[in-house]
Nanobody, 121 residues
Framework: VQLVESGGGSVETGGSLTLSCTASRYPISGCMAWFRQAPGKEREGVAQIGRTAGIPIIADSVKGRFTISQDSAGNTTYLQMNSLKPADSGMYYC?????????????????WGQGTQVTVS
């Protein structure tokens, strides 16, 4: 599985950004997720969605502000981020696993994108 992310950038508090992640060689059984990491902090799960099954999961820290979705083919996943706060700043990573969604824990995802920076000021 190969992942390519896009959509990061700099916004003011209260603004919005949409991140995209396109996967290749991504199986029907797969699960795609977004994680983020701020300097000096642990990598945090933000959201995950199964390609064909399961209910999307959103972390409590972003619930009500972030939405995860995917295109009809299930190859591209989007993270819509609204009402952004400075605490949302960090490197955002797309990750995937091939055996379905379980817990939103970074150790369970073997495939990672290169990351895209989000800065909220």
């Amino acid at each position: 599985v190969q992942l390519v992310e896009s959509g990061g950038g700099s916004v003011e508090t209260g603004g919005s950004l949409t991140l995209s992640c396109t996967a290749s060689r991504y199986p029907i059984s797969g699960c795609m997720a977004w994680f983020r990491q701020a300097p000096g902090k642990e990598r945090e799960g933000v959201a995950q969605i199964g390609r064909t099954a399961g209910i999307p999961i959103i972390a409590d820290s972003v619930k009500g502000r972030f939405t995860i979705s995917q295109d009809s083919a299930g190859n591209t996943t989007y993270l819509q981020m609204n009402s952004l706060k400075p605490a949302d700043s960090g490197m955002y990573y797309c990750a995937a696993r091939v055996d379905g969604c379980t817990s939103l824990w970074h150790g369970g995802f073997p495939y990672w994108g290169q990351g895209t920076q989000v800065t909220v000021s």
